[in-house]
């Protein structure tokens, strides 16, 4: 029970930074504007650091065939959490495509960046960032194609060109997060770090402010949310489930035969098992999507996932 008492210890500790979020808001330190502010800092600017941070300071470097395999399976995960993620919805009684396709985001995409980098770290060690970076390329790709179409499902903002609606995924790729997972897979590849240097030793201090930023931004976010309400439906605690749980042990026994490294398991499942990614409520607000639907999902998977997280580390232990 090692594993699980040091993955509960990391929630707990994450559970309380939230809490310090909660208080904040409540004593008016934080508010939507710092939350608004904050994050993009985080997103834009941290977690970049974060991720190429956890190359420079790496001084046990995958080599090129290892991070390839990682990709792969990263990819094969992410398209098995597709099918997944569009079938299981469908068997909902009376949903409405747009909250049909909203539970559908929220089964397929987990908040792997945001939440699931320090979560990584903190169970796994500094050489989990660097696959969990790796891990977050393809769920960047699923996200504004697949992601996009499932929010998309009843909603307004129909009708757009193929070749325009290219365009836009592009450029949405090209956010400062992706353009970091890129560059920390070619400093990789090419086995160049900078463990104790000047750039490696900056960049490592911007990256440490990812944790309790991104924790207290939850907390933050979670104090405006009615307990009561969000609470009293039933569709959105089976989303939670399957994102939780269903789904990360589908990947474990469907991968373990064809990954024979613990640590790639280990990533590939876990973060899997993370929250609803924070973006599903600001693509249902761009989409017209149902957004009390990913307000409701979101607030019930960050709780859950303070239990579920530790249960899905001691299976891949």
């Known amino acids: 029970m090692d594993i699980f008492s040091h993955a509960a210890f990391q929630m707990i500790e994450l559970t309380l930074l939230a809490?310090?979020?909660?208080?904040?808001?409540?004593?008016?330190?934080?508010?939507?504007?710092?939350?608004?502010?904050?994050?993009?800092l985080v997103m834009n600017f941290s977690l970049p650091a974060l991720m190429v941070s956890s190359v420079l300071n790496n001084t046990g470097l995958p080599d090129f065939a290892t991070i390839m395999r990682i990709l792969g399976f990263s990819m094969l995960a992410y398209a098995l959490m597709m099918v997944i993620s569009y079938l299981v919805p469908r068997l909902y009684p009376n949903i409405e495509p747009a909250t049909r396709g909203a539970h559908s985001f929220m089964m397929g995409?987990?908040?792997?960046?945001?939440?699931?980098?320090?979560?990584?770290?903190?169970?796994?060690?500094?050489?989990?960032?660097?696959?969990?970076?790796?891990n977050n390329i393809p769920f960047?790709?699923?996200?504004?194609?697949?992601?996009?179409?499932?929010?998309?499902q009843g909603g307004a903002a129909k009708g757009a060109s193929f070749k325009r609606r290219a365009k836009k995924v592009l450029r949405n790729l090209?956010?400062?997060?992706?353009?970091a997972c890129i560059v920390a897979l070619v400093l990789a590849s090419l086995g160049i770090t900078d463990n104790g240097g000047l750039v490696g030793s900056t960049l490592n201090y911007i990256?440490?402010?990812?944790?309790?930023?991104?924790?207290?931004?939850?907390?933050?976010?979670l104090a405006t949310l009615s307990p009561k309400e969000t609470l009293s439906h039933?569709?959105?605690?089976?989303?939670?489930?399957v994102r939780l749980l269903a789904i990360p042990v589908a990947l474990f026994f469907a991968l373990r035969p064809f990954i024979d490294d613990p640590l790639i398991l280990g990533v590939i499942v876990v973060g899997a098992g993370m929250p609803v990614a924070s973006m599903g409520i600001m693509m249902a607000l761009m989409y017209d999507g149902d957004v009390k639907a990913m307000s409701q999902g979101t607030f019930i998977t960050t709780i859950l996932a303070l239990a579920t997280i530790p249960l899905l580390a001691v299976l891949v232990s």
């Open 140 to 152: 960047n790709i699923f996200a504004f194609t697949c992601g996009e179409s499932m929010i998309r």
């Open 19 to 40: 809490a310090a979020g909660v208080i904040a808001r409540k004593l008016d330190f934080m508010n939507s504007a710092f939350d608004t502010a904050l994050s993009r």
């Open 234 to 241: 039933v569709k959105p605690y089976l989303t939670s489930l």
């Open 174 to 179: 090209m956010n400062p997060a992706m353009i």
């Open 109 to 134: 995409f987990g908040n792997t960046s945001f939440v699931g980098l320090p979560i990584l770290n903190a169970i796994f060690g500094p050489a989990a960032v660097f696959y969990g970076v790796i």
């Open 207 to 221: 990256g440490q402010m990812t944790v309790p930023a991104s924790m207290l931004i939850i907390g933050s976010t």
